[in-house]
Protein backbone atom coordinates (compact mmCIF):
# COMPACT_ATOMS: atom_id res chain seq x y z
CA UNK A 1 0.00 0.00 0.00
CA UNK A 2 0.92 3.37 -0.90
CA UNK A 3 -1.42 5.31 0.90
CA UNK A 4 -1.13 6.59 4.76
CA UNK A 5 -2.51 3.98 6.93
CA UNK A 6 -3.61 5.59 10.35
CA UNK A 7 -6.22 7.96 11.27
CA UNK A 8 -5.48 11.98 10.46
CA UNK A 9 -5.02 12.99 13.98
CA UNK A 10 -2.87 9.67 14.96
CA UNK A 11 0.44 11.72 16.77
CA UNK A 12 -1.19 14.80 17.13
CA UNK A 13 0.40 16.82 20.01
CA UNK A 14 3.97 14.67 19.79
CA UNK A 15 7.26 15.36 19.32
CA UNK A 16 9.22 14.01 17.22
CA UNK A 17 13.13 13.73 16.66
CA UNK A 18 14.18 11.94 13.86
CA UNK A 19 17.96 11.64 13.19
CA UNK A 20 19.40 11.97 9.21
CA UNK A 21 15.31 13.10 8.66
CA UNK A 22 16.31 15.26 5.72
CA UNK A 23 16.81 12.55 2.96
CA UNK A 24 16.07 9.50 2.20
CA UNK A 25 14.00 7.02 4.39
CA UNK A 26 14.27 9.68 7.13
CA UNK A 27 12.37 12.55 5.25
CA UNK A 28 9.61 9.64 4.02
CA UNK A 29 8.88 9.23 7.70
CA UNK A 30 9.36 12.56 8.72
CA UNK A 31 6.71 13.61 5.85
CA UNK A 32 4.29 11.10 7.38
CA UNK A 33 4.60 11.87 11.24
CA UNK A 34 3.51 15.59 9.66
CA UNK A 35 0.39 14.39 7.58
CA UNK A 36 -0.33 12.86 11.03
CA UNK A 37 -0.13 15.76 13.53
CA UNK A 38 3.30 15.18 14.84
CA UNK A 39 5.59 18.03 15.43
CA UNK A 40 9.07 17.12 14.00
CA UNK A 41 12.63 17.70 14.34
CA UNK A 42 15.30 16.73 12.43
CA UNK A 43 18.70 16.71 12.53
CA UNK A 44 21.56 15.96 10.48
CA UNK A 45 25.28 17.34 10.06
CA UNK A 46 24.35 19.26 6.66
CA UNK A 47 21.76 22.10 7.86
CA UNK A 48 21.09 23.60 4.11
CA UNK A 49 20.23 19.98 2.87
CA UNK A 50 17.95 19.44 6.01
CA UNK A 51 16.53 23.11 5.79
CA UNK A 52 15.45 22.47 2.59
CA UNK A 53 13.70 19.41 3.76
CA UNK A 54 11.74 21.02 6.72
CA UNK A 55 10.31 23.65 3.97
CA UNK A 56 9.19 21.32 1.43
CA UNK A 57 7.33 19.53 4.02
CA UNK A 58 5.64 22.28 5.70
CA UNK A 59 4.77 23.61 2.54
CA UNK A 60 3.33 19.91 1.60
CA UNK A 61 1.64 19.09 5.09
CA UNK A 62 0.99 22.66 6.97
CA UNK A 63 3.02 21.18 9.88
CA UNK A 64 6.03 22.30 11.83
CA UNK A 65 9.04 20.47 10.74
CA UNK A 66 12.08 21.81 12.74
CA UNK A 67 16.13 21.42 11.53
CA UNK A 68 18.54 21.42 13.98
CA UNK A 69 22.37 20.80 12.92
CA UNK A 70 24.12 17.39 14.71
CA UNK A 71 26.49 15.40 14.47
CA UNK A 72 24.92 12.40 16.49
CA UNK A 73 28.91 10.96 16.99
CA UNK A 74 29.59 14.13 19.32
CA UNK A 75 27.22 13.97 22.74
CA UNK A 76 27.57 17.77 23.45
CA UNK A 77 26.11 18.35 20.05
CA UNK A 78 23.20 15.96 20.89
CA UNK A 79 22.67 17.81 24.13
CA UNK A 80 22.43 20.68 22.64
CA UNK A 81 20.00 19.56 19.43
CA UNK A 82 17.52 18.17 22.21
CA UNK A 83 17.72 21.22 24.39
CA UNK A 84 16.82 23.64 21.21
CA UNK A 85 14.12 21.06 20.46
CA UNK A 86 12.59 21.27 23.89
CA UNK A 87 13.20 24.91 23.67
CA UNK A 88 10.78 25.37 20.32
CA UNK A 89 8.36 22.44 21.29
CA UNK A 90 8.17 22.38 25.23
CA UNK A 91 8.87 18.39 25.43
CA UNK A 92 9.99 15.41 23.16
CA UNK A 93 8.30 12.30 22.89
CA UNK A 94 10.08 10.45 20.02
CA UNK A 95 13.07 9.66 19.27
CA UNK A 96 14.07 7.91 16.48
CA UNK A 97 17.33 6.57 15.84
CA UNK A 98 17.51 6.84 11.61
CA UNK A 99 21.12 8.37 11.21
CA UNK A 100 23.57 5.74 9.51
CA UNK A 101 26.52 5.98 7.23
CA UNK A 102 26.98 2.90 5.37
CA UNK A 103 29.30 1.67 2.36
CA UNK A 104 30.07 -1.06 0.40
CA UNK A 105 33.94 -2.38 0.87
CA UNK A 106 36.17 -5.80 1.48
CA UNK A 107 36.94 -5.70 5.46
CA UNK A 108 40.69 -5.90 4.42
CA UNK A 109 40.96 -2.80 2.43
CA UNK A 110 39.04 -0.97 5.53
CA UNK A 111 41.47 1.45 7.89
CA UNK A 112 40.55 1.63 11.57
CA UNK A 113 39.66 4.76 11.11
CA UNK A 114 36.94 3.69 8.22
CA UNK A 115 35.52 0.90 10.67
CA UNK A 116 35.47 3.98 13.21
CA UNK A 117 33.20 6.50 10.77
CA UNK A 118 30.47 3.89 10.64
CA UNK A 119 30.28 2.64 14.11
CA UNK A 120 30.42 6.02 15.46
CA UNK A 121 26.99 7.69 13.46
CA UNK A 122 25.37 4.13 13.66
CA UNK A 123 25.91 2.91 17.25
CA UNK A 124 27.43 5.88 19.05
CA UNK A 125 25.44 8.08 17.70
CA UNK A 126 21.90 6.09 18.68
CA UNK A 127 23.30 5.59 21.80
CA UNK A 128 24.39 9.37 22.61
CA UNK A 129 20.71 10.10 21.45
CA UNK A 130 19.01 8.16 23.35
CA UNK A 131 21.20 8.35 26.57
CA UNK A 132 20.45 12.03 26.45
CA UNK A 133 16.83 12.08 25.83
CA UNK A 134 16.59 9.32 28.27
CA UNK A 135 18.53 10.99 31.00
CA UNK A 136 16.12 13.95 30.06
CA UNK A 137 12.84 12.40 30.39
CA UNK A 138 13.85 10.25 33.53
CA UNK A 139 15.34 13.02 35.86
CA UNK A 140 12.17 15.06 35.25
CA UNK A 141 9.65 11.70 35.38
CA UNK A 142 8.28 12.25 31.77
CA UNK A 143 6.19 8.91 30.51
CA UNK A 144 4.62 7.70 27.39
CA UNK A 145 8.16 7.94 25.64
CA UNK A 146 9.21 6.40 22.60
CA UNK A 147 12.91 5.34 21.25
CA UNK A 148 12.28 3.73 17.60
CA UNK A 149 15.48 2.48 16.06
CA UNK A 150 16.11 1.77 12.32
CA UNK A 151 18.68 -1.69 11.86
CA UNK A 152 18.79 -3.76 9.34
CA UNK A 153 18.02 -7.58 9.10
CA UNK A 154 21.90 -8.61 9.56
CA UNK A 155 22.11 -7.11 12.29
CA UNK A 156 20.91 -10.51 13.39
CA UNK A 157 22.41 -12.40 10.14
CA UNK A 158 25.77 -10.58 9.60
CA UNK A 159 27.10 -9.78 6.21
CA UNK A 160 30.03 -9.64 4.35
CA UNK A 161 31.03 -6.47 2.91
CA UNK A 162 29.38 -4.14 5.33
CA UNK A 163 30.77 -5.60 8.57
CA UNK A 164 31.26 -2.17 10.25
CA UNK A 165 27.54 -1.55 9.86
CA UNK A 166 27.02 -4.81 10.72
CA UNK A 167 29.31 -4.95 13.86
CA UNK A 168 26.98 -1.51 14.64
CA UNK A 169 23.50 -2.53 13.68
CA UNK A 170 24.17 -5.14 16.49
CA UNK A 171 24.75 -2.89 18.64
CA UNK A 172 21.72 -0.94 18.15
CA UNK A 173 19.31 -3.93 18.20
CA UNK A 174 20.90 -5.60 21.59
CA UNK A 175 20.65 -1.70 22.83
CA UNK A 176 16.94 -1.97 22.15
CA UNK A 177 16.57 -5.07 23.49
CA UNK A 178 18.23 -4.22 26.45
CA UNK A 179 16.68 -0.89 27.56
CA UNK A 180 12.89 -1.83 26.47
CA UNK A 181 13.35 -4.21 29.77
CA UNK A 182 15.12 -1.85 31.80
CA UNK A 183 13.55 1.67 30.80
CA UNK A 184 10.29 0.07 30.84
CA UNK A 185 9.26 0.94 34.53
CA UNK A 186 10.29 4.86 33.49
CA UNK A 187 7.45 4.58 30.38
CA UNK A 188 9.68 4.26 27.81
CA UNK A 189 9.50 1.96 25.13
CA UNK A 190 11.75 0.56 22.86
CA UNK A 191 11.78 -1.18 19.64
CA UNK A 192 13.36 -1.35 15.94
CA UNK A 193 12.75 -1.96 12.63
CA UNK A 194 14.63 -3.88 10.18
CA UNK A 195 13.98 -2.78 6.80
CA UNK A 196 14.90 -4.47 3.55
CA UNK A 197 15.55 -3.05 0.43
CA UNK A 198 14.11 0.41 -0.05
CA UNK A 199 15.80 2.21 -2.71
CA UNK A 200 17.34 6.13 -1.65
CA UNK A 201 20.02 7.38 -3.34
CA UNK A 202 22.39 7.84 0.33
CA UNK A 203 21.93 4.11 0.64
CA UNK A 204 22.24 2.99 -3.45
CA UNK A 205 25.31 5.48 -4.09
CA UNK A 206 27.20 3.66 -1.83
CA UNK A 207 26.49 0.02 -1.66
CA UNK A 208 25.21 -0.18 -5.67
CA UNK A 209 27.32 2.23 -7.38
CA UNK A 210 26.83 2.77 -11.17
CA UNK A 211 26.07 -0.65 -13.35
CA UNK A 212 25.73 -3.05 -10.10
CA UNK A 213 22.27 -1.83 -9.70
CA UNK A 214 21.43 -3.67 -12.23
CA UNK A 215 24.05 -6.49 -12.25
CA UNK A 216 22.85 -7.13 -8.50
CA UNK A 217 19.27 -5.89 -8.77
CA UNK A 218 18.52 -6.48 -5.62
CA UNK A 219 14.52 -7.15 -5.93
CA UNK A 220 15.73 -10.42 -7.12
CA UNK A 221 16.60 -11.60 -3.68
CA UNK A 222 12.95 -10.47 -2.28
CA UNK A 223 10.50 -13.45 -2.33
CA UNK A 224 7.62 -10.45 -3.46
CA UNK A 225 10.01 -9.92 -6.10
CA UNK A 226 9.97 -6.05 -5.77
CA UNK A 227 11.35 -3.43 -3.05
CA UNK A 228 9.57 -1.50 -0.42
CA UNK A 229 7.18 1.62 -0.62
CA UNK A 230 8.33 4.24 1.49
CA UNK A 231 4.97 4.73 3.01
CA UNK A 232 5.34 1.07 3.70
CA UNK A 233 8.05 1.60 5.77
CA UNK A 234 6.58 4.81 7.11
CA UNK A 235 3.25 2.93 7.89
CA UNK A 236 5.13 0.91 9.85
CA UNK A 237 7.17 3.34 11.71
CA UNK A 238 4.05 5.73 12.64
CA UNK A 239 2.20 2.74 13.94
CA UNK A 240 5.57 2.23 16.35
CA UNK A 241 5.99 5.55 17.58
CA UNK A 242 2.09 6.25 18.21
CA UNK A 243 0.04 4.97 21.20
CA UNK A 244 -1.73 2.13 19.39
CA UNK A 245 1.54 0.55 19.56
CA UNK A 246 1.54 1.16 23.49
CA UNK A 247 2.16 -2.80 24.29
CA UNK A 248 4.82 -3.75 21.64
CA UNK A 249 8.12 -3.59 23.30
CA UNK A 250 11.50 -4.42 23.03
CA UNK A 251 10.80 -6.19 19.18
CA UNK A 252 12.52 -5.44 15.98
CA UNK A 253 9.90 -5.98 13.08
CA UNK A 254 11.11 -6.81 9.72
CA UNK A 255 9.78 -5.34 6.70
CA UNK A 256 11.67 -6.83 4.16
CA UNK A 257 9.29 -8.79 1.38
CA UNK A 258 10.67 -12.12 2.88
CA UNK A 259 14.08 -11.53 1.49
CA UNK A 260 16.68 -12.28 4.53
CA UNK A 261 14.40 -15.84 5.48
CA UNK A 262 14.85 -16.37 1.46
CA UNK A 263 18.36 -15.84 1.87
CA UNK A 264 18.27 -18.60 5.33
CA UNK A 265 15.96 -21.21 3.74
CA UNK A 266 18.25 -24.27 2.90
CA UNK A 267 16.38 -25.18 -0.32
CA UNK A 268 15.12 -21.54 -1.30
CA UNK A 269 17.36 -21.98 -4.81
CA UNK A 270 14.76 -24.45 -5.67
CA UNK A 271 12.79 -21.73 -6.88
CA UNK A 272 14.81 -21.80 -10.25
CA UNK A 273 13.33 -25.19 -10.75
CA UNK A 274 10.37 -25.70 -13.78
CA UNK A 275 7.10 -27.52 -13.46
CA UNK A 276 8.43 -30.32 -15.80
CA UNK A 277 11.58 -30.23 -13.93
CA UNK A 278 9.43 -30.85 -10.39
CA UNK A 279 7.93 -33.58 -12.89
CA UNK A 280 11.39 -35.28 -12.98
CA UNK A 281 12.51 -34.73 -9.65
CA UNK A 282 9.45 -36.24 -8.10
CA UNK A 283 9.63 -39.58 -10.74
CA UNK A 284 13.35 -39.42 -8.72
CA UNK A 285 12.36 -38.76 -5.54
CA UNK A 286 9.32 -41.06 -5.48
CA UNK A 287 11.87 -44.10 -6.83
CA UNK A 288 14.10 -43.96 -4.32
CA UNK A 289 14.48 -47.09 -2.29
CA UNK A 290 16.20 -47.86 0.69
CA UNK A 291 18.69 -50.16 0.45
C1 LIG B 1 37.00 2.41 2.11
C2 LIG B 1 36.37 4.45 3.00
C3 LIG B 1 35.39 4.60 1.98
C4 LIG B 1 35.27 3.57 1.00
C5 LIG B 1 35.30 6.33 3.28
N1 LIG B 1 36.27 5.55 3.76
N2 LIG B 1 34.74 5.78 2.20
N3 LIG B 1 37.15 3.37 3.06
N4 LIG B 1 36.09 2.50 1.12
N5 LIG B 1 34.36 3.64 0.04
C6 LIG B 1 37.12 5.81 4.93
C7 LIG B 1 37.94 7.08 4.80
O1 LIG B 1 39.14 6.82 4.09
C8 LIG B 1 38.19 7.43 6.26
O2 LIG B 1 39.18 6.60 6.82
C9 LIG B 1 36.90 7.01 6.93
O3 LIG B 1 36.27 6.05 6.07
C10 LIG B 1 35.93 8.17 7.12
O4 LIG B 1 35.74 8.79 5.86
P1 LIG B 1 35.25 10.29 5.75
O5 LIG B 1 34.92 10.55 4.33
O6 LIG B 1 36.21 11.20 6.44
O7 LIG B 1 33.95 10.20 6.69
P2 LIG B 1 32.72 11.13 6.85
O8 LIG B 1 32.90 12.43 6.14
O9 LIG B 1 32.38 11.14 8.29
O10 LIG B 1 31.55 10.34 6.02
C11 LIG B 1 31.00 9.18 6.52
C12 LIG B 1 30.74 8.18 5.38
C13 LIG B 1 29.92 8.81 4.23
C14 LIG B 1 30.01 6.99 6.01
C15 LIG B 1 32.09 7.69 4.83
O11 LIG B 1 29.64 7.83 3.24
C16 LIG B 1 28.63 9.41 4.72
O12 LIG B 1 28.60 10.57 5.07
N6 LIG B 1 27.52 8.62 4.75
C17 LIG B 1 26.22 9.06 5.28
C18 LIG B 1 25.07 8.52 4.50
C19 LIG B 1 25.08 7.02 4.25
O13 LIG B 1 26.11 6.37 4.35
N7 LIG B 1 23.90 6.53 3.89
C20 LIG B 1 23.73 5.12 3.58
C21 LIG B 1 23.07 4.38 4.70
S1 LIG B 1 22.54 2.92 3.98
P3 LIG B 1 40.68 7.17 7.15
O14 LIG B 1 41.33 6.04 7.86
O15 LIG B 1 41.27 7.48 5.81
O16 LIG B 1 40.48 8.38 8.00
C22 LIG B 1 22.32 1.71 5.09
C23 LIG B 1 21.44 0.61 4.51
C24 LIG B 1 21.84 -0.76 4.80
O17 LIG B 1 22.79 1.76 6.17
C25 LIG B 1 20.97 -1.86 4.24
C26 LIG B 1 20.61 -1.84 2.80
C27 LIG B 1 19.76 -2.97 2.32
P1 LIG C 1 20.38 8.20 3.74
O1 LIG C 1 19.38 8.99 2.94
O2 LIG C 1 21.80 8.29 3.33
O3 LIG C 1 20.22 8.63 5.26
C1 LIG C 1 21.25 8.67 6.18
C2 LIG C 1 21.13 9.95 6.96
O4 LIG C 1 22.02 9.92 8.07
C3 LIG C 1 21.46 11.20 6.15
O5 LIG C 1 20.37 12.09 6.21
C4 LIG C 1 22.68 11.79 6.84
O6 LIG C 1 22.64 13.21 6.83
C5 LIG C 1 22.53 11.23 8.24
N1 LIG C 1 23.82 11.17 8.93
C6 LIG C 1 24.95 10.54 8.54
N2 LIG C 1 25.95 10.77 9.40
C7 LIG C 1 25.43 11.52 10.40
C8 LIG C 1 25.96 12.07 11.59
N3 LIG C 1 27.24 11.88 11.94
N4 LIG C 1 25.16 12.81 12.38
C9 LIG C 1 23.86 13.01 12.04
N5 LIG C 1 23.29 12.51 10.93
C10 LIG C 1 24.07 11.78 10.11
O7 LIG C 1 20.01 6.65 3.74
P2 LIG C 1 18.64 5.85 3.96
O8 LIG C 1 18.63 4.74 2.99
O9 LIG C 1 17.49 6.78 4.01
O10 LIG C 1 18.88 5.21 5.41
C11 LIG C 1 18.10 5.55 6.53
C12 LIG C 1 18.16 4.44 7.57
O11 LIG C 1 17.58 3.25 7.04
C13 LIG C 1 19.57 4.06 8.01
O12 LIG C 1 19.56 3.74 9.38
C14 LIG C 1 19.83 2.81 7.21
O13 LIG C 1 20.80 1.98 7.80
C15 LIG C 1 18.46 2.18 7.24
N6 LIG C 1 18.22 1.17 6.22
C16 LIG C 1 18.06 1.55 4.93
C17 LIG C 1 17.78 0.59 3.99
C18 LIG C 1 17.54 0.95 2.55
O14 LIG C 1 17.29 0.05 1.75
N7 LIG C 1 17.58 2.22 2.17
C19 LIG C 1 17.70 -0.75 4.36
C20 LIG C 1 17.89 -1.09 5.69
C21 LIG C 1 18.14 -0.12 6.62
P3 LIG C 1 23.96 14.14 6.78
O15 LIG C 1 24.82 13.63 5.68
O16 LIG C 1 23.40 15.51 6.55
O17 LIG C 1 24.60 14.04 8.12
Not at 103 to 119: C, D, V
Not at 219 to 240: I, S, T
Amino acid sequence: MTTGMLRDDALKGKTIIITGGGTGLGKAMTKYFLQLGANCVITSRKLDVLQKTADELEAETGGKCLALQCDVRLYHEVERMVNDAIATFGKVDVLLNNAAGNFISPTERLSAGAFKAIIGIVLEGSVNCTLALGKHWIANKETNKVVLNIVTTYAWTGSPYVVPSATAKAGVLAMTRSLAVEWAKYGIRMNAIAPGPFPTKGAWDRLVPGDLQEKFDLKNRVPLKRVGEHQELANLAAYLVSDFSGYVNGDVITIDGGEWLNGAGEFSMFEAVSESQWDDIEKMVRGAKSE
